[in-house]
């Protein structure tokens, strides 16, 4: 029954996809009744998702944290999108709600995964090879929601997520750290540019330093300025910055850099981990950026 409510949800989504994106301006206009049933639907077609029974519950435990609702609504999302996320990790945190979303839209979701093959020494390949695996086997244990996935296998140093200009949507969720500490975020950006569609949106949260860390000390933490910059660089615009994932309990001084809070809960020895457990997940930047149309 869920499913089919969740179906029935998306296609109205579908039947009206303008409705869906929130307009976060000030000046916003009241919505007239057809487009208020149609944002309405919508939005029950994302609730249905977030909610939907193939979820694993150590997912389901984090939407606190991760807001699932509203991220998605920020970026603009809408069912029926070809979208792609960027390492989305053996979790298929956002890739549970993500898929059969698009999926029952009539879209694509595209899983961007690192090449083992391409990765840059021994200890990396073994982690990528048992990574995709993992995540190739939780995506198998629910084919009805996940059997329209797509993959594609990508070098970090020289990545290409698919044909020029053929995804509406591209999402990386606290990965762009690793890619500046390997000097990989430049190329990283520039492959994020180009997949896109003109006028397609690059949807990116980031663990959030309070200024600029120089790229040895990042310890997961980086600064909007930094972010902004490497996207302007590669010729996104910024449209809009959401608060929906700060945690202004984050100190950002912890002894193993972000890897210290939950969900990792990386303490040393001796530390109580009830006091990181308190602060929760790390402070994150939300970003919204947008491929110019012409």
Not at 105 to 125: E, F, H, L, M, N
Not at 145 to 151: A, D, I, R, T, Y
Request: hydrophobic residues 40%; aromatic residues 8%; negative net charge.
């Amino acid at each position: 029954m869920r499913r089919s409510l969740l179906c029935i949800a998306l296609l109205a989504a579908v039947a009206a996809p303008a409705a869906f994106a929130h307009n976060h301006g000030g000046d916003a206009k009241p919505m007239d009744a057809a487009a208020h049933d149609a944002h309405e639907q919508a939005k029950a077609a994302l609730d249905a998702a977030i909610a939907g029974e193939w979820r694993t519950p150590a997912n389901v435990a984090r939407d606190g944290f991760r807001h699932p609702g509203p991220t998605l609504s920020f970026f603009g999302l809408q069912p029926g999108m070809t979208v792609v996320e960027v390492s989305p990790g053996s979790g298929a945190w956002w890739t549970e709600i993500l898929a059969p979303w698009i999926k029952q839209g009539g879209g694509t979701y595209v899983a961007a995964i690192t090449d083992p093959a391409k990765a840059s020494s021994d200890r990396a390949r073994e982690y990528f090879t048992a990574d995709n695996a993992k995540f190739r086997e939780h995506l198998a244990k629910s084919p009805g929601q996940f059997e329209g996935v797509k993959f594609v296998e990508v070098d970090p140093a020289t990545p290409v997520y698919g044909a020029p200009g053929s995804a509406d949507a591209l999402l990386t969720f606290r990965n762009l750290h690793g890619w500046m500490r390997n000097g990989q975020a430049e190329a990283q950006m520039k492959a994020f540019f180009d997949v896109l569609k003109p006028g397609g949106v690059l949807g990116l949260e980031q663990h959030r330093a309070n200024a600029d860390v120089p790229r040895e000390q990042i310890n997961g933490y980086v600064s909007e300025a930094q972010v902004i910059a490497l996207a302007q660089g590669a010729g996104f615009v910024l449209e809009e910055r959401s608060e929906i994932n700060a945690n202004p309990k984050d100190t950002k001084d912890h002894p193993n850099g972000v890897w210290t809070l939950p969900p990792n809960l990386n303490v040393p020895e001796g530390e109580d981990k009830a006091k990181y457990e308190a602060i929760g997940e790390s402070d994150r930047m939300t970003l919204r950026f947008r491929k110019p149309a012409a």
